[in-house]
């Protein structure tokens, strides 16, 4: 008998359905599977007997075919074993129903006849929907996963005995319902906030415009000033996360195998990424045989953090300049590219000097000028230029620690909301969303200068001699800073303002 089995199979996050067709023909028993199955799939075979055979279900010893088609789509992973185990069970008879057109099974099979876990569920399921589909059979540990996707009828399954019966109607398995609000309620406990933070109300401030206007930023200062907390904070003054936002970010961690636990079936808060300097261009950006998405995809919608930003190689730094610009990355691989988007908030660090002390008032810096000149030119000038904001971080002072009392995330944000929703509004149709991403045609045209502020502005120019990269920069961020300030156009105070975030700019 001729069985006729669904699943789907991703290319980066577009998904494609494939057919597989198990046919029992006359001849020695054998087992072929054809329709363009790289290695893994090719395997299996023995994995898929051995799992009929010990989950006490009668294996037929006969000549399969096993076509999986398109055939000119390159199968890859684990995530078939089950839906050609349910294929051959269909086409020895087994299963008492041959075809199951709505349905798709996903999941790998060990020897015992258990059902395994896979990656990139969430994605799978969404794509589903497109073709279709009314029923997914997933291994239980990815059942939460799959119901985020509400239209459709997901169970759960732990083992491939469980499935027959299923299939069969000789059980009944519970549908996996969850609760998305459930999702987006915040739990106090593992919040960072920044009323944590001591003192540094300039460099609170700078992140409180990074926020505002979504630009990139590079903290500089002296080890133990506080870059790495104040970073790690970013996020919890960001806008909250749409379904769709979460969404997006979730398929890209289910791709990358980081979904764990049912609590994560849904990620509703934005991704912060820490990635070790030593990290490789291709950790970066993404890649490998199956191409996974790089730490700036697993940063969609949040940030990405560069701790020791001239630590990083130079071509991992280089890697960066596209993906900075354009928001997506594409992955080239044999006979094929994916894209995986990356609309991610750059935060980087470093020290001002290699021994970390240049301009502090706690010690001495040990370095020359040419050794510090040399640690600067690390990061390449285009580089920088998609930086808009420097800031130096000081170091505390004792009495700061003691005495302050901070202004928590939640005020911060509040203002940072509101700016976002004043850029919303006035980019309605131009295809960006913030201050950021405005191109100097858009610059010419939102950020024009009083002849006042056009005064500081050359008069900056001259006395810390900016280069002509530093022009467009300061002008965003004045825009960023007008914003916040719930003010139409840019003022003389606004400019003065951004003119301090150059601070690496200022010779
Ligand atoms: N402004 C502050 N308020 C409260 N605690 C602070 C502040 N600054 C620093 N700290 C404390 O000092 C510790 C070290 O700070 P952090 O690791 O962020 O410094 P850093 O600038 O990243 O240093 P490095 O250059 O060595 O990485 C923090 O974990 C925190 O406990
Ligand atoms: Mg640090
Ligand atoms: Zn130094």
Redesign the pocket.
């Known amino acids: 008998m001729l069985s006729n089995i669904k699943t789907i199979a991703l290319q980066g996050l577009d998904g494609i359905i494939i057919t597989i067709e198990v046919d029992i023909t006359e001849g020695m028993p054998s087992w072929e599977i054809v329709g363009l199955p790289d290695a893994s799939i090719k395997e299996s075979r023995e994995r898929i007997k051995s799992a009929i055979k010990n989950s006490g279900i009668e294996f037929f010893n006969k000549k399969y075919i096993v076509n999986l088609s398109p055939a000119d789509i390159r199968k890859e992973g684990a995530m078939l074993d089950l839906p050609i185990a349910v294929g051959v069970l269909a086409s020895t008879g087994i299963l008492s129903e041959g075809e199951f057109n709505d349905t798709i099974f996903i999941g790998e099979l060990a020897l015992d006849g258990s059902v395994r876990k896979v990656n990139g569920v969430l994605p799978i399921c969404i794509e589903a929907l497109k073709y279709g589909i009314k029923k997914v059979i997933v291994p239980i540990e990815n059942a939460n996963e799959a119901a985020v996707v509400q239209n459709l009828e997901v169970y759960g399954v732990s083992n491939l005995i469980q499935v027959v019966n299923f299939l069969n109607k000789k059980i009944n398995l519970q549908r996996t319902i969850v609760d998305i609000e459930k999702f987006f309620k915040k739990t106090e406990k593992d919040i960072l906030n920044f009323s944590e933070v001591s003192g540094q109300e300039n460099v609170k401030r700078a992140l409180e415009v990074a926020a505002a206007g979504s630009h990139n930023c590079l903290l500089v200062g002296a080890p133990g000033s506080g870059k790495t907390m104040m970073a790690r904070r970013v996020t919890t003054i960001l806008p909250d996360l749409t379904f769709e936002e979460s969404l997006q970010i979730t398929k890209i961690h289910s791709i990358a195998g980081k979904i764990k636990g049912e609590n994560e079936a849904l990620i509703t808060r934005r991704p912060f990424r820490s990635p070790h300097h030593t990290i490789s261009p291709h950790g970066i950006i993404g890649g490998g045989k199956i191409p996974k998405p790089g730490e700036i995809s697993l940063a969609h919608n949040g940030v990405l953090f560069l701790d020791e930003l001239p630590e990083f190689s130079r071509n991992t730094l280089e890697v960066l300049r596209g993906p900075l610009e354009d928001r997506v990355v594409t992955i080239s691989r044999v006979g094929a590219s994916l894209s995986y988007p990356c609309n991610f908030m750059l935060i980087a660090s470093m020290n001002p000097?290699?021994?970390?002390?240049?301009g502090s008032s706690e010690k001495e810096?040990?370095?020359d000028e040419r050794k510090?000149n040399m640690y600067r030119a690390r990061i390449s000038g285009p580089l920088l230029d998609r930086i808009d904001i420097q800031i130096d971080v000081p170091s505390v002072k004792y009495n700061n620690f003691k005495n302050s009392v901070s202004e928590s995330s939640e005020e911060i944000k509040s203002r940072v909301d509101k700016a976002r929703k004043i850029q919303n509004e006035r980019y309605n149709n131009l295809g960006i969303f913030s201050n950021s991403e405005l191109t100097p045609k858009l610059i010419r045209k939102f950020c024009t200068l009083n002849l006042e502020s056009e005064n500081i502005m050359q008069k900056a120019f001259e006395k810390f001699k900016f280069s002509a990269r530093a022009y467009s920069r300061i002008l965003k961020l004045a825009r960023t800073i007008a914003d916040l300030d719930g003010k139409e156009n840019i003022e003389a105070v606004h400019i003065t303002e951004a003119i301090q975030y150059r601070c690496l700019d200022k010779s």
């Open positions: 000097c290699p021994c970390g002390y240049y810096c040990t370095c510090r």
